[in-house]
């Protein structure tokens, strides 16, 4: 089975632009979350989708905002970049019922800085 | 709130040592997750650990879980260089896939 795809890897954006980066988890899983890391910060949660549904949102401003389609793809928007954006975003992807154990499956992640 | 407390935060150590971190969290919660993060990588999954008792081992690390104490710990044997990382302990909030993470343990394994 093909792992979480992130796309782009990197990404430069200045201050004031807006990006979308997308997820494509491992197929027939339909459970994606996004997470952002940074030094200061460290690993923060962003949200949770199911079935095209958000579940669950961190605790982020409205300018991070997210979506996911009926193949299980999702993409996140981060609109008015801020400096503090600057971060490793990552995937992950959850299997469904049976196969669930719970575990997580992240992505290589997508690398965006703001200058 | 649920906070999730490691430590140590930075561990140097030699090769062919034993160690142990220590993952506290606040709240309870139904799963407990470590991983690994090599620089500039993503996250590999370690262990889920799912029950009060749970012990979890692959190769030289083991990872235990204490669902009364609210702690797990993630033991090292033998420490070998290619063991050198950052390890994450995670719990899962409301066992709804979102995770609360430690800060991480950065180890450092010298030859």
């Known amino acids: 089975k093909a792992g979480v795809t992130q796309t782009p890897r990197y990404l430069i954006k200045t201050r004031g632009q807006q990006v979308t980066l997308s997820c494509s988890p491992i197929?027939?899983?339909?459970?994606v979350s996004w997470y952002q890391q940074t030094p200061g910060q460290g690993l923060q949660f962003l949200f949770e989708?199911?079935?095209?549904?958000?579940?669950n949102k961190g605790n982020f401003p409205g300018r991070f905002s997210g979506r996911q389609f009926s193949n299980s793809r999702s993409e996140m928007n981060v609109s008015t970049l801020e400096l503090g954006d600057s971060a490793l975003y990552l995937c992950?992807?959850?299997?469904?019922?049976?196969?669930?154990?719970?575990?997580?499956?992240f992505g290589e992640g997508s690398r965006l800085t703001v200058l | 709130e649920l906070k999730v407390e490691q430590n140590p935060l930075f561990l140097s150590m030699q090769e062919g040592k034993n160690y142990t971190i220590y993952c506290n969290y606040s709240?309870?919660?139904?799963?407990l997750y470590w991983y690994r993060q090599d620089p500039g990588k993503s996250l590999e999954s370690l262990f889920v650990?799912?029950?009060n008792g749970a012990v979890k081992q692959e190769g030289r690390l083991m990872a235990s879980l204490d669902t009364k104490a609210r702690l797990s710990t993630l033991h090292i044997t033998a420490a070998v260089h290619d063991l050198s990382a950052t390890y994450f302990c995670?719990?899962?909030?409301?066992?709804?896939?979102?995770?609360?993470w430690g800060a991480g343990t950065k180890l450092i394994i010298k030859p």
């Open positions: 992950a992807s959850v299997p469904n019922d049976r196969e669930n154990t719970g575990e997580l499956f």
């Open positions: 197929s027939g899983h339909r459970s």
């Open positions: 989708y199911f079935s095209e549904t958000q579940r």
């Open positions: 709240t309870t919660s139904d799963r």
């Open positions: 650990l799912l029950s």
């Open positions: 995670a719990v899962d909030w409301h066992s709804n896939y979102q995770l609360i």
